[in-house]
């Protein structure tokens, strides 16, 4: 199988090299490829191209790792050429609405297209680390990194661009978990305490994730402003260990507004369901739930 790896960073090589080795003839195109694509080319006896239309057309795939700025450019400038039932696999970090677009170009020519993101580290797991996957390529895309033993797992019913989507919430979740983890266990080493953090956290673990995050959001619209002098003192305190202090600032301002809604326009049921605190929550801020 002929596979055309556009963008010949960190993510394409990680993928070329176990295609290559599992006997794919696989083409790179970058503009300004590194000294590591360089190398790997050299070692392959492969040259590297700087356009995509001049490639597309001989390829059964086309894998897109560029930036997701530049995203639908590059797909627009793939799918022009490429040949029908041709495989398009976007693995960039693009708006999910332009991924949307170029699927839609996709399906007028007859190019199967899928979107598919990367959900862990790359650096760290190589092509092991968790893809997920929507649109109508997911399984052909599935079979050809299954044959390398990366995990591409589908969107259950999803369509193209609803794997960015995802991607997206699960980095402002992650990112925000690590940035009060840093601010947290900095604290908790400053004082000596943090096995001890640990210990204290462990009930955590008791529940599963996803009845924790919905305990969370059923009691923050009830319980806001009683927490909101928690998120102060600990915020003082942190200040007064001279401690540097980010990321509970703007905590505190979301339950300074949530209190504030409280206050405004109280829930009138003392245990909501997650239905009802979503629907309270869009409400109170003036957000259209769909």
């Not at 790997?40 to 001049?54: H, K, P, Q």
């Not at 959900?119 to 990194?145: C, D, F, M, S, V």
């Not at 462990?202 to 059923?218: K, M, T, V, W």
């Not at 009830?222 to 002098?229: E, I, Q, T």
């Amino acid at each position: 199988m002929k596979i055309a790896i556009v963008g010949a960073g960190e993510v394409g090589l990680t993928y070329a090299r176990p295609w290559a080795a599992a006997g794919h003839d696989i083409i790179l195109c970058d503009l300004k490829h590194s000294a590591t694509a360089q190398a790997f080319a050299a070692e392959r006896g492969l040259d590297i191209a700087t356009s995509v239309g001049a490639i597309a057309a001989d390829c059964d795939v086309v894998v897109s790792c560029v930036f997701g700025t530049v995203s639908l450019v590059v797909a627009e400038q793939a799918l022009a050429h490429m040949r029908k039932g041709a495989l398009y696999i976007d693995m960039t970090t693009a708006d999910p609405a332009q991924i949307r677009i170029a699927a839609e170009q996709a399906a007028q020519s007859g190019i199967v297209y899928v979107d598919v993101a990367i959900l862990g580290a790359i650096a760290l797991t190589h092509e092991k680390t968790n893809l997920l996957g929507a649109g109508p390529g997911i399984e052909p895309a599935q079979r050809l990194y299954a044959a390398i033993g990366a995990p591409l797992k589908a969107v259950e019913g999803g369509a193209a661009g609803d794997a960015a989507a995802l991607k997206i919430l699960r980095s402002v979740f992650t990112k925000g978990l690590e940035a009060l983890t840093i601010e947290c266990f900095m604290a908790a080493e400053k004082q000596g305490v943090t096995d001890k953090l640990h210990d204290a956290l462990s009930d955590i673990d008791q529940a599963s994730l996803r009845d924790f995050l919905g305990a969370l959001i059923r009691t923050h619209v009830l319980h806001a402003p009683r927490r909101l002098k928690e998120v102060e003192e600990a915020e003082r305190q942190l200040r007064a260990a001279d401690m540097p202090v980010a990321v509970l600032p703007g905590v505190k301002d979301l339950f300074q507004r949530t209190a504030e809604q409280i206050s405004a326009n109280p829930l009138q049921t003392p245990a909501p369901t997650l239905e009802q605190a979503f629907e309270w929550l869009f409400k109170a801020n003036g957000v259209s739930r769909s």
